[in-house]
């Protein structure tokens, strides 16, 4: 088939429109044996002493089963690097930081500031009348958060470390630039924190796990992670370091090394992982944003089973420097927030081109994004894929509860759905596995002080041939020339599953799996059914909470709960776009958001940082009026 050359002349790298073959969809896996315990313990010893255990469990998990399809792989040529780059609008180059609170923005708000979600705009807002002051929301969050205190703060469990000084001194100085009315951005003086994955001046970055890998810069260089100097020059006030599953190698973000944070709407589940820390702070109310990675879902996934907002930009649009992307053709960094508006402020800041990054700074500067939730009726010819048998993977309930949402896009919003068909998605979650595996064996050749279930996932990369490593590649470039030709035929579309076909993790032995950890990989590959296609090939995704089912141990489990129903575990729906699209993907989360609005509600966790806050100012005030003023920074 010819190639649309002026379609392709848009952007740098991008894969050549090609049909895959006209495979019918066909899901059949061996059982993986789910482990913990003592037990798990005993079999990590034994996969890493004994090679022909290793050979089993690389065979039972079907990493061989690509040697099947190999006559259809024959003809393409491995692709190790899944970077597309738009190259339209580069002569763009506002600065990202002036970002204000528009009309659209404001009604977006609106949805969720109505059931007390503090958004960035709100904090804003706030902070711009006086009503309340960084100063007073840092005093409030840290002995919410802090692990050096006896006892532990309240929510610590997502916190692996606080710098206290540091937290002070940037709340101080945006509390003074907003009485001076000099703000630097929407962000200034907005609480935020960072998955223990992102190097921060100041702090140790150990990944989850119990090593020290913090990066080592050159002598008078910074370590600080572009994304986070980012929001740091913006204003945003960094609270330090959140929890995170070890090496982000699974999706339940369980760690036996730190403690395991629990789900905010019920404690005997999961948050979702590998990113956590990071969807339980902005779940519970104590930030609005925070940054996480995606390597396989690892900011989707907790954020729909917290029901936040995530977003998984374009591989390679974010830039990593000066540190190094352990998983560099699968992983990206990216924003959860509570709610589009936020998401979308945070985006904007860290997605600026990084001038000493190959890759990032081949990017344009973010666009402005409206978040009307109503697009006029000449906007029409907007798209919506559906691959049917991919998606009825998922409960029915979860099915319906997406479905709706969806149908409501249709009615509202001017959306036609089509169904989609994309070829070897089972064998292509199996690809991007694989390749997960292979790099973490060569990013960790030392497995002292992991985890039983990291030396077990370990040991499964360190196996691979390089021939089978070699054909998940060649499946990559044909999935990504066959998603090319989708977009040929559908300019625009965005192809829509649920973020997950369950709902949630539940933790089957809370005392024994949250000591020793876990190792189920029929659960983990279940929850990354949808997202590793986004990783693999390197396209953009987003989240959005989409309705709460019943949890296990109540009658009816699985049924659609109501938003008074206790215990319930939220839902979430994804939309993939063209590589380079995400602002169509926060136009479209925006809608989602204005149409599931009703179907949002708070965690029984959440806290009122606005309220305490403003009751902390009241106080230091009347300790100042006493001659007590500096009380409460001893309390901290």
Known sequence: MAIDKEERSKFLNYPEPRPGPDIPYQNVRKSSPAMGGLQLVFAAVLVEWFGFIRTWLWQNAGFGDLRWIRQYLDTYEPRFDPTVIPIMNQAIDADSRDIVVSSSTTSTKSHTAARKFYSVADYQALYASGKLTPTAVAQTLLPLIRRDINPCGEHSIAWLESRVDLILAAADASTLRYKENRPLSILDGVPTAVKDEYDVEGYKTCLGSRNDYTHEAAVGMPITSWSVTRLEEAGAINFGKLSMHEFGLDTSSNNPNYGTPLNPFNNRYYTGGSSGGAAYAVSTGLIPIALGSDGGGSIRIPAAFCSVYGLKPSHGRISYKPGINHFDTCSVNGPLAV??????????????????????????????????????????????????????????????????????????????????????????????????????????????????????????????????????????????????????????????????????????????????????????????????????????????????????????????????????????????????????????????????????????????????????????????????????????
């Open 339 to 636: 709610d589009i508006a936020s998401l979308s402020a945070v985006y904007r800041i860290i997605a600026a081109p990084n001038p000493v990054c190959p890759t990032s700074s081949l990017f344009a500067s973010p666009l402005p994004v409206s978040l009307a939730s109503s697009p006029s009726k000449a906007q029409t010819g907007r798209t919506l894929g559906i691959p049917e048998a991919w998606f009825s993977r998922s409960t029915p309930t979860i099915q319906r509860l997406c479905r709706t949402v969806l149908d409501r896009l249709v009615a509202l919003n001017n959306y036609t759905i089509i169904p989609i068909t994309i070829p070897f998605l089972p064998e292509g979650q199996t690809a991007h596995a694989m390749t997960i595996l292979c790099h973490a064996a060569t990013a960790v050749p030392e497995t002292r002080n992991l985890t039983a279930a990291n030396k077990i996932l370990i040991c499964l990369g360190r196996v691979t041939p390089t021939t089978d490593f070699l054909l998940a590649q060649k499946l990559r470039q044909l999935l990504m020339q066959h998603l090319a030709d989708l977009w040929r035929k559908h300019p625009g579309m965005i192809i829509v599953t649920p973020t997950t076909p369950c709902a949630g993790w539940h933790i089957a032995d809370p005392k024994v799996d949250l000591k020793y950890g876990i190792s189920d990989g029929d659960q983990t590959l279940k929850t990354m059914e949808y997202v590793w296609l986004a990783n693999f090939t390197g396209l953009p995704s987003i989240t959005v909470p989409v309705g709460f089912v019943l949890p296990v141990g109540e009658r009816g489990v699985g049924e659609e709960a109501g938003n008074d129903t206790g215990g319930k575990i939220p839902v979430g729906l994804m939309g993939m776009g063209e590589w380079g699209s995400e602002e169509q993907l926060l136009q479209w989360g925006a809608e989602a958001e204005a149409a599931g609005a009703e179907r949002r509600s708070r965690p029984p966790t959440w806290v009122d940082v606005v309220a305490r806050a403003r009751e902390e100012m009241q106080r230091v005030d009347y300790e100042k009026d006493n001659g007590h003023g500096s009380a409460l920074r001893k309390r901290i």
